[in-house]
């Protein structure tokens, strides 16, 4: 902006030399109009080339005649060189995910669904610009990326990417990745394996294997089941023995007899006509409906 200030400028001493070879007042006035309009557009112009706004969560970086500067400029109206021209980054949480096919250990090539989130550290957003201009996004974060999730996938067979181990592997990537590019300004929040897809043929055999140990396990239950069930019928007919063990010891002549004299005070109660017969069978007493 400092340019067209200065090219104004200079079109306003045009226009007052003009002025001074014109006779006719009337063209006099009119240029006097113009040049008037020209020096307050240029003044407006030199004004606002001191300023700029830096958007939310963006830093501004100053390129001054070609040379980078240092002081990196935060959000928000800001006083800046005039002969400056901002370049402003972005410096919120940025989300990138790659389709990746990388060999493990065992020469096996896995085609992974990766997603990385990160952003830059506004204290070193000068010296991320200066090594890598705006483009660092693609040689920087991009290259090392993929570079880490290579390496560290080619320490691991490829079983470990279906099992527990599958979180030591993204914390291994995450370590890699940030001692390539913490010192250059990236500051990584969190790696993750979307998708992990093995090779067809192994594919089929690990749904084979995992179908095999669901079975198993399957059959485990079953049996855990049906011993419980057969404990359960043991103690129910233990219970029951128990049961008739303690009732026959308990039944004998007296107990019968005691019962039948009981039963015979009750029937004596009763309304109903009827002839009992005290001492028949075992000394119980014998009923007889009239």
């Known amino acids: ?172 990537i995450k370590e890699q990745f940030e001692s390539l590019t913490k010192e250059n300004g990236i500051l990584t929040e969190q790696i993750m394996l979307l998708d992990v897809d093995p090779p067809a043929s192994v594919g089929k055999a690990i749904e084979n294997k995992m179908e095999l140990e669901q079975q198993s396990e399957q059959m485990k239950f079953t049996l855990q089941k049906e011993v419980q069930e057969a404990e359960r019928k043991r103690i129910e007919a233990q219970g029951i023995a128990d049961f008739q063990k303690i009732v026959t010891e308990g039944i004998n002549d007296n107990l019968l007899k005691w019962k039948g004299i009981e039963a015979t005070q009750e029937l004596a109660k009763s309304p109903n006509s009827k002839m009992v017969i005290i001492g028949g069978v075992n000394g119980l007493p014998i009923i007889l409906n009239n």
């Open 1 to 172: 902006m400092i340019w067209l200030s200065i090219f104004l400028f200079f079109v306003a001493i045009i226009i007052i030399f003009a002025i001074a070879k014109v006779e006719e007042k009337e063209e006099k006035y009119v240029l006097k109009v113009i040049s008037g309009i020209v020096i307050f557009l240029s003044f407006v112009t030199c004004i606002g080339s001191f300023f700029t706004v830096i958007p939310v969560s963006n830093v501004g970086v100053q390129v001054i005649l070609g040379k980078a500067s240092s002081k990196v400029l935060k959000e928000g109206l800001t006083i800046k060189n005039p002969f400056a021209h901002i370049y402003k980054m972005n410096a919120r949480y940025i989300t990138i995910t790659e389709d990746v096919s990388i060999p493990s250990k065992d020469k096996l090539t896995l085609d992974m669904i990766v997603s990385l989130v990160y952003k830059i550290d506004n204290n070193l957003a000068f010296s991320l610009f200066q090594k890598f201009g705006m483009n660092y996004e693609e040689k920087l974060v991009l290259n090392q990326f993929t570079s880490s999730v290579r390496d560290v996938a080619a320490l691991h067979p490829m079983d470990s990417f279906f099992s527990a181990a599958r979180e030591d592997i993204i914390k291994q």
